[in-house]
């Protein structure tokens, strides 16, 4: 009976260390049994859906995702158990997910068996996606507005490669040298450059590279196209 008793704690002991990590993760965990029914909810998953463990413990996880109606669910277990990598569900992908108030956002969901004694369950590991997604489109945003504003430009302006080719050439810097911006890609920096100006063009790039980043004024002899 001792020994039966110390086996019992000791089970109780790794279920509660088990529990621990899972609630001190940094990532939506939850575990699932081959039905879909939730087990397991931790602290995370509740952060990021709104719900409570106690409120979604034994229920499909499906009501978790954007767009899966009851009749869905079949469809969605079956590529759970059987595939394990469908469209569906895969090791990780991207879908809506559905917040307790009825909110959707963006859902990272990844998957992976756990193979038990007597059973299988899955855990789901789960992210909120929406900060990322904002950023992305703000960071789209932000270049569309600085090519916008380099092509639109009053003023000549082109980048140039550490070899001294042409990166990136706007309209006002194609129309004051003649050039098409293929044309100017072909060429380097030192090609629409008076001859007589090329060496003091040279020490002046050098300096731009010692000083890596500050800006330098040069006034110096250009070559358009028509010579």
């Keep these: 009976w001792k020994h039966e008793h110390r086996d019992s704690e000791i089970i109780k002991e790794k279920e509660r260390y088990f529990h621990t990590v899972l609630n001190n ?3 939506g965990t939850i575990i699932i049994n081959e039905n879909g029914s939730i087990e397991i909810f931790n ?4 952060d990021i859906f709104g719900f409570k463990e106690d409120e979604v413990f034994g229920k499909n996880v499906t009501m978790l995702i954007e767009g899966f109606k009851s009749k869905h669910q079949d469809e969605f277990l079956k590529n759970l158990v059987e595939t394990r990598n469908s469209k ?4 990780k992908s991207e879908m809506e ?5 009825g909110s959707s956002f963006p859902l990272s969901f990844g998957v992976s068996e756990i193979k038990l004694k007597e059973r299988a369950v899955f855990m789901c590991i789960v992210a909120d996606l929406t900060e990322q997604k904002e950023a992305s489109i703000a960071l789209y ?7 916008w504003s380099f092509n639109q430009a009053p003023i000549a302006i082109s980048i140039i490669n550490p070899d001294l080719t042409f ?10 040298f003649g050039y098409s911006e293929t044309e100017l890609q072909s060429l380097t920096f030192k ?3 008076h001859p007589d100006d090329i060496g003091k063009s040279t020490e002046f790039i050098k300096k731009i590279r010692e000083l890596n980043g500050e800006g ?6 250009y070559l358009k196209k028509n010579g």
């Design 88 to 91: 569906i569900v895969s090791f």
């Design 216 to 221: 330098l004024i040069l006034e110096k002899r």
């Design 43 to 46: 602290k995370k998953a509740q």
């Design 25 to 27: 993760a940094v990532n």
């Design 97 to 101: 997910g559905l917040r307790k108030d």
């Design 141 to 147: 945003d932000l270049e569309e507005k600085l090519h």
């Design 191 to 193: 090609a629409i450059t």
């Design 167 to 176: 990166s990136k050439i706007n309209q006002s810097f194609q129309d004051l």
